[in-house]
């Protein structure tokens, strides 16, 4: 079983659409990483965070530390948000675990 | 753009052969993480620098070894280069090491990647 798992692995949507990424983690963190990988191959940190809910235009993440889970919501999706979505944990060690990732495909 | 700088974008080179990435961090990050992207194991850790000194490990092959230089910038040297070590190789940055305390200094600034193709 990974330390680290998301759901759904793959999804497509329509522009408008609310999007849910589900992270699932096994064992206790210092904080979470939701990352956006582009087609290019570039990752972009989106947020980091440790407990409770932060927002960043469209983009809202939320962590539960007791349940051992973390959400990305995306509102009114547009097809520029198509990418892999990544959630990485970050243990009481110095390293990022990694999720398989969230590959989203926003059509027009 | 992240601030973190990696050179160069694209190498190809041939099995056996030994090649050297290069990370810039953030202005004033102290810390700089290695990592590696392949098709089938997705993104893994490989190593972590905080202020020129190893601090963590992660599955690196000893085939590869990095190190952090006084100006803080890192370099990591593949050598020995196999048809698998084909992949993305991250560098990330932050500002300093988990046992700082404050959870700010926890997040990582990941630069755009240097794609090795070995053939």
């Known amino acids: 079983k990974n330390e680290v798992e998301q759901s759904p692995q793959n999804l497509t949507a329509q522009e408008g659409e609310f999007i849910t990424i589900n992270c699932s983690y096994s064992?206790?963190?210092?904080?979470l990483h939701w990352l956006q990988q582009h087609p290019g191959g570039g990752i972009v940190s989106l947020f980091m965070?440790?407990?409770g809910k932060k927002k960043h235009g469209r983009l809202i993440a939320t962590i539960n530390i007791q349940e051992k889970h973390s959400s990305l919501h995306i509102t009114a999706s547009h097809p520029r948000d198509s990418a892999v979505y990544i959630c990485?944990?970050?243990?009481?060690?110095?390293?990022?675990?990694f999720g398989t990732g969230t590959r989203l495909q926003v059509f027009p | 753009d992240s601030g973190v700088t990696q050179t160069p974008k694209h190498l190809i080179t041939a099995t056996g052969q030994r090649v050297t990435l290069r990370c810039s961090p953030r202005?004033?990050?102290?810390?700089v993480y290695w990592y590696q992207q392949s098709l089938d194991q997705g993104l893994q850790f490989l190593i972590h620098?905080?202020?020129?000194?190893?601090?963590a490990k992660g599955n690196i092959l000893e085939r590869f070894s990095a190190q952090q230089f006084p100006d803080l910038h890192s370099e990591l040297n593949l050598s020995s280069l196999e048809l698998g070590d084909s992949a993305l190789y991250f560098c990330?940055?932050?500002?300093?090491?988990?046992?700082?305390?404050?959870?700010?200094?926890?997040?990582?600034?990941f630069g755009p990647g240097t794609r090795l193709t070995v053939t």
């Open positions: 990330a940055s932050s500002v300093g090491t988990p046992m700082s305390g404050r959870a700010s200094v926890y997040e990582q600034y």
């Open positions: 064992v206790g963190i210092s904080a």
């Open positions: 965070l440790s407990s």
């Open positions: 990485a944990v970050l243990y009481n060690t110095d390293k990022l675990i």
């Open positions: 202005s004033g990050d102290l810390s």
């Open positions: 620098y905080y202020n020129g000194e190893e601090r």
